[in-house]
């Protein structure tokens, strides 16, 4: 129940209601007044989940993306570390995450092109103070550069936040991030000058603060942040083969591999079959992922659906669809269908208990499960059982319809026991009409 539950509220892992910003929500009102609710933070947390998407049968990538482009990553991330030099200070870099990418059972999948989100920041200090040996120090900055770099199994994939990459393997991405700050350092000293001669010496020194030389100091730093990712690329397959017509009804096999939905339509009827149930799941930073559950969910509407048998009563636009984590395939429907001429025969009509009985099954090429007495027999092309009183009949089943033919086995020892009652009533009779005859009536 409460997995039910859970799938019609779209629940979602979230750290806090409040971290949402209702302005990127479509719904901001109802967000609104959720997050100001008198409701435990756990209920706010089920209700505004269920506002944040309205799919839960297909990952809702184009949202997440765009929520998570809108997020304001100059914010340093919840439990990073950051690193300080002289001058930079409080660098840090991470990858937020893979788009699109989904999450099952921890493991992040992501297709063959896609993007890194990354985020990144420090700042440059200049000291204020006069350093040892100065009468004062002046500092500038000479030279501020960074660049983040991204890598997908050691390939350079480009620069920046936001980096497309391509690859068909499992993803080993490593970002770098490169801070070069050069600063210049002017230092000055005290000089002392004579300010009053008087006859022909100093009586009044005083000291003049001025420039000495300069330098330059660089800063260089690297940080390297990683994120693995699995390559996902099913061989979805899908096909609806005809394998029976009678009536109006019209029966077949849907058959499909590798599919998170599978999606069969005709013109009055379809059939949609989930396997995962989606949902997002919030990170510390505020960024959101996709996240799937095993879940089955089928929903029919004028067809029949038992074990991967289909019976409608129309074919006619017949169309499957059949969905993987990142991408759609539509297959055709196989409606191509040929009845064959079933024939099942025995040798003869009438049987005695135990003797043979020579079964004939036509197509013979094809194997057949023939039922006699309770049992079943694989046949191709033919058979020979035992007779069994009172079974009289053969039968096969095939596409749903049941193949018969009637014959007798007689009951041997019922007749021995018939013919020995008639033999014992006739001779009585016998003996009572002799009886009458020589001594009377009989009391």
Known sequence: MKAIFAFFLFLVLISSASAIDCNMLDNKELCKQIQSSGLSQSDKDYLLSDIIADQKNFPAYDFVRDWNLQVDTSKKPIDIKDYNQEFIKNAWAKILTIMPSVKENNIIYHTSQGEMLSAFDYEVQLPTGTESGDCKTKYYLEENLAQLKVYVNNVYQGLGKVVKFATNKDANIKIEYDIKVKVGVKHYEKNRYCARRENGKCVRYESVCEYDYSEYRTDILKI??????????????ANFQVTDKYADTIKGNLTAKDYTSLHLSFNNAELNKYDYAYSVEWTKDNIINVKADKEETIKLNNLVYDNDAVKVSNAEGCKI???????????????NFKDIDLKLETDKLVYNVGETIKVKVEPSNQEFKVLYADQTFNVKGGLEIESIYPHNKVSIEHNGRVYETIFHVKNNQALYILFSLSVFVAVNYVIVALLKKYWGVLA
């Not at 669809?321 to 539509?330: D, R």
């Open 224 to 237: 390297i942040d990683y994120l693995s990712g699995r390559y996902y690329n099913p061989q979805t397959t």
């Open 321 to 335: 669809i059949a969905y993987n984590f990142f991408g759609k395939t539509i297959f055709p429907c196989n409606l």
